[in-house]
């Protein structure tokens, strides 16, 4: 059984769906359920997907599909289908064009989904991770950032947002949102988000020598740390990053 907020949430999803061939942004989402933040848009749809009634495409923005609908909900009438195109007026007398005449977008929403769905795709944004001094990584699950589908590779990816600049020489400033791919191995020299003891996570140039590793900043105002191979995990290698100007 769905909640009052679920069901209007479905129900908005399968309207957008066959009315544009996509499904609804966040932010759209949001607005037509008359919530504050999109985080509870994610835990509605999370609800509903492991509910049967969503899901979710995996590496592909704005992808929902409708697996089904409440009982007390009518299912697609054919009717509701999109119309037919407008019939071709008739020729004038003695005019016979020699020509093929046919659709070339037939199904023109389906177009648009697919070229939506090839451009970006939406990552969880974990909070701020100190380029500095390291910090406790924020997991907020209810925030997420699109970032354009050509920056991932395969395997699962998440967002971070810097805070800090002793990754500038880098190219990495404060405020910018990098993108990871998560992992618990990387290649040594790689820039990495690196879990020390258990509870403090910063983003650093790994290097590993004999039985030690370092975590190097990328700007001379700040100390290269070493520990021992128990005292970091790897959590994810950097693949991209956004800016906002």
């Not at 999803?13 to 359920?33: C, V, Y």
């Not at 879990?195 to 590993?208: A, G, P």
């Amino acid at each position: 059984m769905l909640t009052r907020k679920q069901h209007e949430l479905l129900i908005f999803i399968d309207k957008h769906l066959r009315a544009t061939g996509f499904s609804p942004s966040f932010e759209e989402m949001k607005d037509a359920l008359k919530l504050k933040s999109k985080s509870g848009i994610h835990r509605l749809i999370t609800a509903l997907e492991e509910r049967g009634f969503l899901r979710r495409r995996a590496h592909r923005a704005r992808a929902l599909e409708v697996i089904r609908l409440p009982e007390n909900v009518a299912p697609r009438r054919a009717a509701e289908a999109p119309a037919s195109p407008m019939p071709a007026t008739a020729p004038p007398p003695g005019f016979a064009p020699n020509v093929i005449q046919g659709r070339f977008a037939p199904n023109l929403a389906g177009v648009q989904r697919a070229a939506n769905e090839a451009t970006a795709v939406q990552l969880p944004l974990y909070g701020r991770i100190a380029a500095g001094l390291p910090i406790e990584a924020l997991r907020d699950s209810g925030a997420s950032v699109e970032v354009p589908a050509a920056l991932l590779t395969g395997g699962e990816h998440y967002a971070l947002e810097v805070a800090g600049d002793s990754m500038v020489e880098a190219g990495i400033l404060d405020g910018d949102t990098v993108i990871i791919r998560r992992g618990d191995t990387a290649e040594n020299g790689a820039i990495v988000v690196a879990l020390v003891d258990d509870n403090e996570v910063t983003l650093k140039k790994m290097r590993r020598k004999n039985n030690s590793i370092a975590l190097e900043p990328a700007n001379p105002r700040y100390e290269t740390r070493i520990f021992g191979p128990d005292r970091v995990k790897v959590q994810g290698r950097l693949i991209g990053l956004l800016r906002k100007y």
